[in-house]
């Protein structure tokens, strides 16, 4: 057998890069899991001469799912984020990011309004400070104001059932 | 010939999608904000850095990064800022670091084995065992009745 240790190379070269194929390269894992909830203070949307601030839910575990009526995925999760308010668990805060307030408006009359409160991120700033570069996010912050979990992508029923569900029940108690 | 892929090469490296026409305090800071936008990724496209993508996320990280400069703030703070926000993951230039050890020292440790491997090789290639005094022999006759 001399073929042997280049035999062993190619194998262990195929098996890593069989590892690298199977990893999601969309996943970035965020460094905002484990720190402070990032500050904002912003207009509502429906209701701009009100603001809301994420000190107001101090104490509370609470759901920020960021959404935008231009976004596609946002639809397909809409269902399931519907689904999780409908539970009455916790509140569910939607961070309409960098969106037209009567397109997002008419969003939500023509599917149903899953939100206790959504605030009007225009320019993505506050977006910026929470690290979301691909929407629809879903982050769960805890009654100590830290952010526990974050989901990229759109919330499906598995991902529902399987992880923000449990995390929630968890935080809460 | 040469020239001209030099000049491709380079005309590839600048070929830019910014479009904003930003006003700097100084031709310093104009340089450390193009040299930011250069080694920030955009994490939408992932394969493109701030200053190549036309992507709404890139273009504002890249007014965020106009600003914090003009606000006075250092690249280091920049970066810091926005490693604090997207992770390692938004730079190009990975730092230095424990987990990024295998991605900085690998490729020298590779060379070094594989220089290792290649000079043990023809170390051994050298000492090949030189062939008995019949075999010499042998060699040799046959080598004179070819001659003759």
Redesign the interface.
């Known amino acids: 057998m001399r073929y042997r240790i280049p035999l062993a190379v190619f194998i262990i070269m195929v098996v890593l890069l069989g590892y690298g194929l199977s990893l999601d390269p969309k996943k970035v894992p965020s460094p905002l899991i484990g720190k402070p909830a990032p500050e904002f203070s912003l207009a509502r949307l429906g209701n701009p001469q009100q603001r809301f601030a994420q000190e107001d839910l101090l104490g509370q575990v609470w759901v920020l799912n960021v959404w935008a009526s231009w976004c596609v995925s946002c639809r397909a999760e809409h269902e399931f984020i519907t689904r999780l308010s409908e539970q009455n668990l916790v509140a569910v805060i939607g961070l309409n990011y960098k969106d037209d307030p009567v397109e997002a408006r008419q969003w939500l009359e023509q599917f149903g309004n899953p939100y206790t409160i959504s605030v009007m991120d225009r320019d993505g700033r506050v977006g910026i400070d929470w690290g979301v570069y691909g929407v629809p996010e879903t982050f769960i912050i805890g009654k100590d104001g830290l952010i526990k979990y974050k989901h990229i992508g759109p919330v499906t029923q598995e991902s529902l059932n399987n992880e923000v569900i449990p995390v929630l029940h968890k935080l809460i108690g | 010939m040469r020239g001209l892929i030099f000049c491709l090469i380079f005309l590839a490296g600048s070929a830019h999608a910014v479009i904003e026409a930003y006003e700097f305090k100084s031709a310093q800071m104009e340089a450390s904000y193009l040299k930011l936008i250069d080694e920030l990724r955009c994490?939408?496209c992932?394969n493109q850095n701030l200053s190549g993508s036309n992507a709404?996320?890139a273009r504002?990280?890249r007014r965020?990064t106009y600003e914090m400069l003009m606000q006075g703030n250092s690249p280091d703070q920049v970066v810091q800022f926005m490693?604090?926000?997207?992770?390692?993951?938004v730079l190009y230039r990975p730092r230095l670091k424990s987990s990024t050890l295998l991605l900085w020292l690998g490729p020298f440790v590779l060379l070094v084995l594989v220089l290792a491997f290649v000079i043990r090789r023809m170390y051994r290639m050298q000492k090949l065992v030189p062939p008995n005094a019949d075999a010499l022999q042998r060699a040799r006759q046959l080598l004179s009745d070819s001659q003759e």
């Open positions: 994490l939408v992932q709404d996320l504002d990280l965020q490693v604090d926000r997207y992770g390692d993951f």
